[in-house]
C-alpha cells in the first residue's frame, strides 16, 4: 500500500478533527496496519477512544480497504 494514498484518506480525518482543536499524525504503516496519534485538543480527552474508533478507525478502513486496522499509539 503507498503511504500517500493513506495521507490523502487520513488528511478528510484531520480536517474534522481540526474543526475540533485536534489533529491525527501517521506514526507507521506496517503490515497493512496504520499506527497513528492523536495530538491537540484530542490528546488525553476523555472521547478520544471512542473518536478514534467510531469515526477515525471508520473512515479510514472505508475508504482503504486493504488496511487490516488502524491502531492509536
Known sequence: MD???VEKVV???RDGL???GGDIEIISLRDNILYVKLTGSCDGCPMAGLTMKN???RTILGELT???AVKAI
Request: net charge neutral; aromatic share 6%; no cysteine.
Open 3 to 5: 503511504l500517500s494514498e
Open 11 to 13: 488528511e478528510k480525518v
Open 18 to 20: 481540526k474543526r475540533e
Open 55 to 57: 469515526w477515525v478507525e
Open 66 to 68: 486493504n488496511l487490516k
